[in-house]
């Protein structure tokens, strides 16, 4: 078993705190109260919130963007990305990290505004990419698809949480997944 050090145990507070309740929701003492430590101990880690915020960011999408490989890889590149999403909503029973970002992005850090935007022009590349390649589209085809796709997920994700009907999100996933 891995032992997990002081930065990961905080990194993972933060980013439950953060897909529950945003980045605005939440506070660097409220993550030093759940991990067991001082708020100093925190910034230490995290010079200040945005640094944490930003790490979480960038390791989610890190980890998000690592599973979601290259689409070439996948014999339903769709049906995969969907899983990613759908994995979030039943496995973690939480929302797209990044699907909050962007609700919040009026009032983030310019670097976490960064972030969130690299998580979700990499999915438009990729989706792009799988479209092209499994769908035989042409590039503004698939540039105009790929973001039908990313938007109906991220509010499939978001109105099946808000509706506590989580088979809902497979009912509009399966649009695009079954085609």
């Given at each position: 078993m891995t032992v997990k050090s002081k930065?990961?145990?905080?990194?993972?507070?933060?980013?439950?705190?953060?897909?529950?309740?945003g980045y605005n929701?939440?506070?660097?003492?409220?993550?030093?109260?759940?991990?067991?430590?001082?708020?100093a101990s925190v910034h230490y880690h995290f010079p200040s919130k945005a640094d944490l915020g930003v790490a979480v960011t960038q390791r989610y999408c890190t980890r998000f963007f690592?599973?979601?490989?290259?689409?070439?890889?996948?014999?339903?590149?769709?049906?995969h990305f969907a899983t990613l999403f759908h994995n979030a909503l039943i496995n973690d029973k939480k929302l797209c990290l990044c699907l909050i970002l962007g609700a919040?992005?009026?009032s983030l850090p310019e670097t976490m505004n960064q972030e969130t935007n690299?998580?979700?022009?990499?999915?438009?590349?990729?989706l792009e990419e799988a479209l092209i390649s499994s769908q035989s589209l042409s590039e503004q085809q698939a540039k105009e698809k790929a973001?039908?796709?990313?938007?109906?997920?991220?509010?499939?994700?978001?109105?099946?949480n808000s509706l506590s009907n989580p088979a809902l999100f497979d009912s509009i996933t399966a649009y695009f997944t079954e085609q």
């Open positions: 930065r990961e145990i905080i990194l993972d507070s933060a980013e439950i705190r953060m897909r529950t309740v929701g939440f506070s660097t003492r409220e993550i030093a109260n759940l991990v067991g430590i001082k708020a690592e599973a979601l490989g290259e689409p070439s890889h996948s014999p339903a590149p769709i049906k919040e992005t009026s690299h998580f979700f022009k990499h999915n438009l590349e990729w973001a039908v796709i990313l938007a109906s997920f991220e509010g499939a994700l978001l109105l099946s």
